[in-house]
């Protein structure tokens, strides 16, 4: 008789890690609103980058980590709700701001798709392994920034060239940074529930 961890290939297809605590509506609302609440934490992690409105938050990393472990639903309601709730003056964007008149609203709606996408790629089995991790994050990146940057150039007047210098670029490294924490995460977290599955 083994006794070696179960593979992660063993759980159930289309299964996000989120659907691994029992089912319930009560469950369901926890997951958004605690999506939402960890989103708007993460975003006070927030330092100013010099000659762009844009600031470096937590909050993107929350979010593609958000989609990724509650899936395309509860993702796209967990960063609707946080938009909605910021909207209204919740200040839990980005330097405790609040609001949707402000260059970096894009970013926000641009979360909003990346969570639904790469809560999509999850079920498909996309965090389970780092190098399907790394791309999962490359591309809920790319969502936000193909939100982020037009708006962002609508919003201040920036030709496109300039918003891509001030609303992309300085973010390279951090992005990958939060890709490597996210590569080491979420796989680590499906061995660990292989083992005690």
């Known amino acids: 008789m083994s006794t070696a961890a179960a593979p992660v290939s063993s759980l ?36 100013p980058v010099p000659g762009s409105p844009v600031p470096v938050s937590g909050q993107t990393f929350a979010a593609l980590l958000v989609g990724t472990a509650l899936g395309a639903r509860r993702g796209f309601l967990s960063l609707g709700l946080y938009a909605v709730a910021g909207m209204a003056g919740v200040p839990w964007f980005a330097q405790a ?10 970013y926000i709606l641009g979360m909003l798709l ?5 809560g999509g790629l999850a079920r498909r089995g996309a965090d389970r392994s780092v190098l399907r991790t790394a791309g999962t994050m490359v591309l809920g990146s790319a969502v936000i ?8 150039a609508l919003a201040t007047g920036m030709s496109f060239g300039q918003a891509v210098a001030a609303g992309l670029t300085p ?9 490597a924490l996210a590569m080491g995460a979420l796989p680590a977290a499906w061995k660990l529930v292989g083992r005690k599955g």
């Open 97 to 106: 701001s609040s609001g949707w008149a402000m260059p970096s609203f894009g």
């Open 12 to 47: 159930r297809s289309g299964t996000v890690l989120a659907d691994l605590i029992p089912a319930s509506r009560v469950r369901d609302v926890a997951l958004v609103v605690g999506g939402a609440a960890l989103t708007g934490l993460a975003a006070q992690i927030s330092v």
């Open 171 to 179: 973010f390279l490294i951090g992005d990958a940074l939060k890709a």
């Open 145 to 152: 920034y193909a939100v982020g940057v037009p708006y962002l």
């Open 114 to 118: 990346a969570a639904t996408l790469v």
